[in-house]
């Protein structure tokens, strides 16, 4: 089961009848959505934070094991006492997003009214959550001191506030892309990919860009910052600092993103291919079959 809310009840009374064992899928953090820094949170936001962590360990009671796509994720279950948690990471598609693609960056940029020069690039839903608002304080210094711009690519409830937020003018705001084709061209005609969300389970997105050959710029919490300290290809920031935000994106700007780049493709490819993650997910559920 992949879901947190219907699903599992509805599948817990048919396992009772069936005998047959049941896995979930954590791939929603919502504990740490509602309190992404539970250390800084007002008491009603560690107030939800904590039911919801009481609900998570009710689910984690209904199934046999629950599969995280990370260790930073295996570890805030473990520690909220769930038993039988297993880290499968998620998959990439090596075909489509794949370095080659920037061979056609100049005509992507000019299909998506990009500009000439340096760009970094967010991919995803655009809420509260996802910390976009640090990242667009934290940019305006970076533009200033190095030119690069930013391109935000998604939709979400937060789009319309965040746009007329600090830093929100300079951005350059792209529509949710549906077609997977013309998404990965967009990967291969930007230097740089960031990843501001501490509360994300493993980044898929993060994922396409290292497969894409692009460098990550993350917050130091979350799935993501697991993946860029394995695959050495980015750096990190303290969470909900935009000034730290600013100061370790220009020294990464200054680096070799080409050189960068090749090492995230080489740990996709090494990590990420899909027969990997499956023989892995597979190996869960002969685990699962035989106890």
């Known amino acids: 089961m992949g879901s947190a809310w219907c699903a599992p009840w509805l599948i817990h009374l048919a396992t009772r009848r069936l005998d047959v064992p049941a896995v979930w899928f954590y791939h929603s953090n919502f504990p740490r959505i509602i309190a992404p820094r539970p250390r800084s949170a007002g008491w009603l936001r560690r107030g939800a934070s904590a039911a919801a962590w009481a609900y998570v360990r009710r689910l984690g009671r209904l199934v046999h094991t629950t599969i995280a796509p990370s260790d930073t994720v295996v570890r805030q279950l473990r520690e909220a006492g769930l038993e039988n948690v297993k880290c499968v990471p998620l998959g990439v598609d090596l075909d489509r997003f794949n370095p080659d ?30 910390d976009l608002g640090i990242l667009l304080r934290g940019w305006r210094r970076i533009e200033d001191r190095t030119g690069t711009r930013l391109v935000i690519v998604g939709d979400g409830p937060a789009r319309r506030s965040l746009q007329s937020a600090p830093g929100g ?38 994922l396409e860009a290292l497969a894409s050959g692009i460098p990550i710029l993350s917050v130091d919490e979350g799935g993501v910052a697991e993946t860029v300290t394995r695959s050495g290809a980015g750096a990190l920031y303290r969470s909900g600092d935009p000034g730290h935000l600013a100061e370790v994106g220009e ?40 106890s």
């Open 251 to 290: 020294r990464l700007l200054d680096a070799d993103l080409v050189s960068l780049g090749r090492m995230g493709r080489r740990y996709a490819e090494a990590t990420h291919g899909w027969r990997t993650v499956f023989d892995r997910l597979f190996a869960v559920y002969r685990m699962v079959l035989a």
């Open 101 to 130: 693609r920037r061979s056609g960056a100049m005509q992507t940029r000019s299909r998506s009214g990009l500009p000439r020069g340096r760009l970094a690039m967010y991919v995803g839903r655009i809420a509260a959550e996802k």
């Open 169 to 206: 003018n300079r951005a350059i705001w792209l529509p949710f892309e549906r077609d997977r084709d013309r998404l990965a061209d967009l990967y291969g005609a930007v230097d740089l990919y960031v990843a501001p969300g501490p509360a994300e389970t493993f980044g898929l997105a993060s």
